[in-house]
């Protein structure tokens, strides 16, 4: 069975810095492109941030160009999401999105529980 | 990096049909057939409904289908279910390698 698990997310001031990690498990992780997905309260989806499969190409939305980082291990099965200057409009849920392919031409299959980060004084 | 245009709403009775639009640009949903379709029930993650404009993943019932036409996509949901009410984000690839998510659809079974 597929399994994401977020974990890191929670209150952080403005300008603060926070980690997210994502442990997969049920699939071969190093096969799969991976994304982080956010949702504010009450909005849509927005697409964050995505790796390939090995990493070397990555991919950030503008809004958190020059600020996050995203990252994986694949001998630990784990996706990883850096997060620095963080802004108030930076506050929603994060989720970790397995692409169904090395790429998400063909959609993203599965989707972890998210994880809340709330940036506020 | 704009999001695609969706309605905010839709709605329909058990049993009817209801189609949401998904209108982009010759830069994404006109670009390819690289148009997947996700269900969100409230207070729950996103799931995969369909997927290359009309194919859905194992497990998704035939009352739900894709097309598209130029830089719009659509989807259909024949014969409306209660269990069917849940906000529908349409996503497509860009031509320059990243994805955009549509505005969101609500869905409501009268």
């Known amino acids: 069975e597929v399994q994401l698990v977020e974990s890191g997310g929670g209150l952080v001031q403005p300008g603060g810095s926070l980690r997210l990690s994502c442990s997969a498990s049920g699939f071969t992780f190093s096969s799969y492109g991976m994304h982080w997905v956010r949702q504010a309260p009450g909005k849509g989806l927005e697409y964050v941030s995505a790796i390939t499969t090995n990493g070397d190409y990555t991919y950030y939305a503008d809004s958190v160009k020059g600020r996050f980082t995203v990252s994986r291990d694949n001998s630990k099965n784990t996706l990883f999401l850096q997060m620095s200057s963080l802004r108030a409009e930076d506050t929603a849920v994060y989720y970790c999105?397995?692409?169904?392919?090395?790429?998400?031409?063909?959609?993203?299959?599965?989707w972890g529980q998210g994880t809340l980060v709330t940036v506020s004084s | 990096q704009s999001a695609l245009t969706q309605p905010p709403s839709v709605s329909g009775s058990p049993g009817q049909s209801v189609t949401i639009s998904c209108t982009g640009t010759s830069s994404d949903v006109g670009s390819s057939n690289r148009v997947s379709w996700y269900q969100q029930p409230p207070g729950t993650a996103p799931k995969l409904m369909i997927y290359?404009?009309?194919n859905r993943p194992s497990g998704v019932p035939d009352r739900f289908s894709g097309s598209k036409s130029g830089n719009t996509a659509s989807l259909t949901i024949s014969g409306l279910q209660a269990e069917d009410e849940a906000d529908y984000y349409c996503?497509?690839?860009?031509?320059?390698?990243?994805?955009?998510f549509g505005t969101g659809t609500k869905v409501t079974v009268l």
């Open positions: 996503s497509s690839h860009r031509v320059s390698g990243t994805y955009v």
């Open positions: 999105v397995k692409c169904s392919s090395s790429s998400c031409f063909r959609g993203a299959d599965y």
């Open positions: 290359e404009v009309y």
